[in-house]
């Protein structure tokens, strides 16, 4: 497979799907847990809300709303991190390439405009060590990202 910018971003583009399946059930495994009670897409739309946009709508609306923010800020990290991504790994490589750029995006989003635009206070100035929960999760969207990039880039090592 030819791995210009288009065919890498695309194939990035597709790992991000089963990357945000995984973190959305691992999220839900949390919060099951009580571990976790909002996610950031949770927190996204809240703070919508309460700036008036969405505020009249119905619940299944937001929900709808919540869970397309995740797919498309997972499905775009992943065309992003796959338009980055060029040569050829083993998949062992690709899952820590993948692991450390999930951070990467955690502290993008976390540390940087999920602040910036109210939504939560960043990390540093959270009072509970469960806020770096988060970094856990996008480790693992990163590393499962890795694994599908690669297999859906059709890179032989």
Do not use: C
Not at 43 to 51: A, F, I, K, N, W
Not at 61 to 89: P, Q
Not at 113 to 132: F, I, K, Y
């Amino acid at each position: 497979m030819e791995d210009g910018l288009i065919t890498r971003a695309t194939a990035g583009a597709a790992g991000g799907v089963p990357a945000t399946l995984v973190l959305s059930a691992f999220r839900g495994t949390l919060r099951s847990m009580g571990i976790v009670h909002k996610t950031a897409p949770m927190q996204v739309v809240d703070r919508l809300v309460e700036t008036g946009f969405a505020s009249e709508w119905p619940p299944s609306a937001k929900r709808l709303l919540t869970t397309g923010a995740h797919f498309g800020y997972g499905v775009g990290a992943g065309a992003a991190f796959g338009a980055l991504r060029t040569g050829k790994s083993d998949y062992a490589t690709e899952a820590a390439v993948g692991a450390s750029l999930g951070v990467l995006i955690w502290g993008v989003g976390w540390a940087g405009w999920l602040p910036l635009l109210g939504v939560h206070r960043a990390p540093w100035n959270e009072d509970s060590p469960d806020a770096l929960l988060p970094v856990l999760d996008h480790a693992v969207f990163g590393a499962v990202w890795g694994i599908s990039n690669r297999a859906f880039s059709g890179r032989k090592d």
